[in-house]
T-cell receptor, first 113, second 111 residues
Framework: SAVISQKPSRDICQRGTSLTIQCQVD?????MFWYRQQPGQSLTLIAT?????????ESGFVIDKFPISRPNLTFSTLTVSNMSPEDSSIYLC??????????FGPGTRLTVT | QKEVEQNSGPLSVPEGAIASLNCTYS??????FFWYRQYSGKSPELIMS????GDKEDGRFTAQLNKASQYVSLLIRDSQPSDSATYLC???????????FGKGTKLSVKP
């Protein structure tokens, strides 16, 4: 299994600012994913972070709003840009292990005021 | 659109009983199936994976897979109050190599 850490664990941000969330995996993984989860709701995939290429975004999510970096096989960042209160959510990263298994980081709880 | 369906619950069982959680999926090509447990305010935790038809047991947990019926289930024997959580079913086959998650079933185990 992979152990995944995220930081920050939570933040309160002003409208119009940006926040970068970091995700670190304790082993090399081919695939890393970023999700958003509203309280009481299920997971919504934002994008897949690909090492050596641009991230692949799900419908409804765009690179200008959620730029992603994946500089190596153990690290990725997600930036939430020009934030509005609607961006308040929990942001989760996950990494792939042995066939298709994904392990999640502890999440970043974001509040935009 | 590939989908994973779960009864949202809440499913309430008494302590010591068997909890049965069910999941159906739409993509016949899916090869890997997972159950995650998510406590309130926490991230999902992988508790079971299953890849072939039949049963797979791990402690008090048994995952069952029937690919012909496109059905996955999770049985929790001797349920404990600490099992109270939301259980997410996930299936391989997302367009980006991602898992496709159901909306989860909330389980409540009453002492």
């Amino acid at each position: 299994s992979a152990v995944i850490s995220q930081k920050p664990s939570r933040d309160i941000c002003q409208r119009g600012t940006s926040l970068t969330i970091q995700c670190q995996v304790d082993s090399q993984v081919t695939m890393m994913f970023w999700y958003r989860q509203q309280p009481g709701q299920s997971l919504t995939l934002i994008a897949t972070a690909n090492q050596g290429s641009e991230a692949t975004y799900e419908s409804g999510f765009v690179i200008d709003k959620f730029p992603i970096s994946r500089p190596n096989l153990t690290f990725s960042t997600l930036t939430v840009s020009n934030m509005s209160p609607e961006d308040s959510s929990i942001y989760l990263c996950s990494g792939g292990g042995p066939p298709d298994e994904q392990y999640f980081g502890p999440g970043t709880r974001l509040t935009v005021t | 659109q590939k989908e994973v369906e779960q009864n949202s619950g809440p499913l309430s069982v008494p302590e010591g009983a068997i909890a049965s959680l069910n999941c159906t999926y739409s993509d016949r090509g899916s090869q890997s199936f997972f159950w995650y447990r998510q406590y309130s305010g926490k991230s999902p935790e992988l508790i079971m994976s299953i890849y072939s038809n039949g049963d797979k047991e791990d402690g008090r947990f048994t995952a069952q897979l029937n690919k012909a019926s496109q059905y996955v289930s999770l049985l929790i024997r001797d349920s404990q109050p600490s099992d109270s959580a939301t259980y997410l079913c996930a299936v391989s086959g997302g367009s980006q190599g991602n898992l496709i998650f159901g909306k989860g079933t909330k389980l409540s185990v009453k002492p």
